[in-house]
């Protein structure tokens, strides 16, 4: 519509927490995991750009599309202070308490998804956060962990009881999710003529906020294997652009 290209090229998923992960070779930090806000604000402003053509001859149509192009990254930080505030459990955003959290979890370096899945069960303990956990703490950041731990169980809303509140989080922070080095296998497979994990994969993700079966569990809630780091083709790769 507007003579640009749109690049759908290799996608990546973050497990080990990285503000600035991205898994392409060369491809800097513009569409890293934390900028995706702003990538997605240029996206918006091509988008925009593309309709002024088709409504040029409306001037109020053209004001009214200036102004929600304005609104965008006010909209966005609202939906980003609230998804935060719904994963950790609180009624309200603490940018500080967040803030600590993220320090820690690159400190220990910690699995995205099966940290928050892990904190949905409103461990008292700090732990009880060691499943997600690549590397083992030592005795003073484990400290720091159960100090974050305590302010951040300090916060959570009295007007519910625990369950209600297991039950908000789990359905905002999901217990399977798709990784690079699960998908590989299948596909293949699938090269082969052989759709079982396709098809186990389509199943098991199809509920990634449920609890699913112990079979289930211990094959696909599991940290990334070491020797799965570092790894073209799993852990990073060309992009098509």
Not at 9 to 38: A, I, K
Not at 116 to 130: G, I, Q
Not at 135 to 162: H, V, Y
Request: charge should be negative; proline fraction near 5%.
């Amino acid at each position: 519509m507007g003579g640009f290209t749109l690049d759908f090229g290799p996608f990546g998923f973050c497990e080990r927490f990285e503000p600035y992960f991205q898994p392409w070779t060369g491809g800097g930090r513009h569409f890293s995991f934390f900028n995706q806000p702003l990538a997605a604000e240029k996206n918006f402003e091509s988008f925009c750009s593309a309709l002024i053509p088709l409504i040029a001859t409306d001037q109020a149509a053209v004001e009214k599309l200036g102004l929600i192009q304005d609104e965008f990254s006010t909209v966005m930080q609202t939906k980003l202070t609230d998804m935060w505030s719904r994963k950790l459990g609180h009624a309200e955003f603490d940018s500080d308490l967040l803030q600590n959290l993220f320090k820690l979890m690159m400190m220990t370096h910690v699995d995205y998804t099966i940290f928050f899945r892990e904190l949905s069960k409103l461990p008292d303990n700090a732990s009880s956060l060691t499943a997600s956990f690549y590397t083992e703490p030592d005795e003073d950041t484990m400290i720091e962990w159960q100090a974050w731990l305590n302010g951040w169980r300090k916060k959570l809303p009295s007007a519910n009881t625990e369950e209600e509140i297991m039950s908000k989080m789990k359905q905002v922070n999901p217990k399977y999710t798709w990784r690079e080095w699960l998908v590989v296998p299948a596909y293949k497979q699938a090269e082969q003529g052989e759709y079982s994990l396709i098809h186990e994969l389509q199943q098991v993700f199809s509920e990634p906020y449920g609890e699913q079966g112990k079979e289930q569990e211990a094959k696909y809630y599991q940290l990334r294997p070491l020797e799965l780091f570092d790894v073209g083709g799993v852990t990073h790769y060309s992009c098509s652009s």
